[in-house]
């Protein structure tokens, strides 16, 4: 193992090591295309490498990076797994990733050899929010359905009966994570008259509760068992891994929702598929998937669910300000000092 050459930084948690810094320009590699405004800004302060295509690096295009990289800058869909960061890497200093979710970096093999690792975080809460109403809104009401008719060209006019939905006002809606996602839902959630439940590891604030009329649940069963509507709101780490399984599913009564723009994993989405297709659940918005991009055919195919491709955080304003929060933290990093984003072993 070729990284070797450390020093202590006392501004971090004294756990925390670091390669020491060269006196040249960092050597900073993008591994995708980031948006125009971003990219310029970058080469105006480093030594840039940049990449102009879409797709995420495979496995052997990462290794070459990060065999040249003072600096890589990920995102999601970069499986910097143990196999790759176990590599010569006497260069690679910083990842700094570009996204606030960090769960496909091998957080604990990075710190371990003396990389630092930095997100985006605070920037995503209104756009993701936005989003997970729009499904809240969308999926209960249809919308899916009725756009399909129209484009299909198979709708004959106004019916008494046709495309019936259910009404939002009065319903109650179980948020799962009360962070700052969680707690933007909430307030939206609320202007539109649902009744505010949650689950989440530390409970709020009695004033925090009070503004938002929300109820805390201790036991997430419990929560389950009388909510109309699950929003999930939680990051990916191996304590939620399916932590929305198929017993929990059943929890739910057969005309709740479930809506996810968090991560995939946190749902099995083979026990999902099998209740949204026996009519055990009434239906599903999702913004992510277990498996990425390969979803599973069988959800596909099914019209009580509304599948987007991971666009939650998908906004001009987002994507910029998460540009420069790499940028603020790489730049700090350069001069010296703890980013102000450094993902800590007490954040997995």
């Known amino acids: 193992m070729a990284c070797s050459s450390f020093y202590i930084i006392t501004v971090t948690n004294k756990f925390k090591k670091a390669k020491s810094m060269p006196s040249k320009p960092l050597r900073v590699v993008v591994t995708r295309k980031l948006p125009d405004v971003v990219e310029q800004r970058m080469s105006e302060l480093f030594d840039v490498r940049l990449r102009n295509t879409l797709a995420p690096m495979s496995e052997k295009e990462l290794s070459v990076a990060i065999a040249e990289a003072d600096v890589l800058v990920s995102s999601l869909g970069d499986k910097l797994n143990q196999s790759v960061l176990f590599q010569d890497c006497d260069n690679l200093k910083l990842i700094a990733n570009y996204g606030a979710g960090f769960d496909h970096i091998d957080i604990k093999t990075a710190i371990n050899n003396g990389i630092v690792v930095t997100n985006t975080p605070d920037v995503l809460s209104t756009d993701t929010a936005d989003m997970t109403m729009a499904l809240i809104l969308g999926v209960p009401r249809k919308i899916y359905e009725g756009s399909q008719i129209i484009r299909s060209g198979e709708w004959t006019g106004w019916a008494p009966t046709a495309l019936l939905g259910n009404r939002i006002a009065g319903k109650r809606l ?13 307030e939206r959630a609320s202007s539109f008259g649902l009744i505010l439940h949650y689950h989440t590891r530390t409970q709020l604030h009695r004033e925090s509760e009070e503004r938002l009329k929300a109820k805390f649940w201790n036991n997430l069963d419990d929560m389950l068992r009388h909510i109309d509507i699950l929003s999930i709101h939680v990051p990916h780490t191996p304590a939620t891994f399916h932590l929305i399984n198929a017993r929990r599913l059943k929890l739910l009564h057969k005309n709740a929702f479930i809506i996810n723009t968090a991560r995939g994993e946190i749902i099995d989405e083979n026990a999902l598929t099998r209740m949204l297709r026996a009519s055990e659940l009434a239906g599903a918005g999702l913004d992510v998937y277990t498996n990425s991009k390969n979803i599973n055919p069988r959800l596909r195919d099914l019209n009580n669910v509304m599948l987007l491709p991971h666009m939650g955080s998908a906004t001009h304003e987002s994507r910029l300000e998460m540009g420069e929060k790499v940028i603020i933290n790489i730049k700090t990093f350069e001069d010296g000092h703890r ?5 800590l072993p007490n954040m997995l």
């Open 339 to 343: 980013p102000p984003d450094q993902v």
């Open 174 to 186: 179980g948020i799962l994570g009360m962070g700052r996602i969680g707690q933007a839902v909430a």
